[in-house]
Nanobody, 121 residues
């Protein structure tokens, strides 16, 4: 079993900053990538940012230059530093990871429970 524990959501005024963190634990042999997605009610979950074990990063166009994803491979954690937040960034943010499990040496994708980010105008 693989678990993702997120933290750092909350309420912030437009222009402010928040930092999200996510820790992966459980039967993990190797992590391929960790990332963040977000979802607002009535809309599909959308990609925000991703970072691979080799620290290759990718961002959604809407957050480039404002958000920074980072990772601690030794601790199996990923963080998302969000600066210059706008009302449009309001959403539930979900941590995501693709891992190889010890059990059966198989790959799997996992999601966190989500953390609410609310940006007020």
């Amino acid at each position: 079993q693989v678990r993702l524990a997120e933290s750092g959501g909350g309420l912030v005024q437009a222009g402010g900053s928040l930092r999200l963190s996510c820790a992966a634990s459980g039967s993990i042999s190797m992590i391929h990538s960790m990332g963040w997605y977000r979802q607002v009610p009535g809309k599909q979950r959308e990609f925000v940012a991703i970072i691979t074990t080799e620290t290759i990063t990718s961002y959604a166009d809407s957050v480039k230059g404002r958000f920074t994803i980072s990772r601690d491979n030794a601790k199996n954690t990923v963080s998302l530093q969000m600066n210059g937040l706008s009302v449009e960034d309001t959403a539930v943010y979900y941590c995501n990871t693709i891992v190889k499990r010890f059990a059966g040496d198989t790959w799997g994708q996992y999601w966190g429970q989500g953390t609410q980010v609310t940006v007020s105008s």
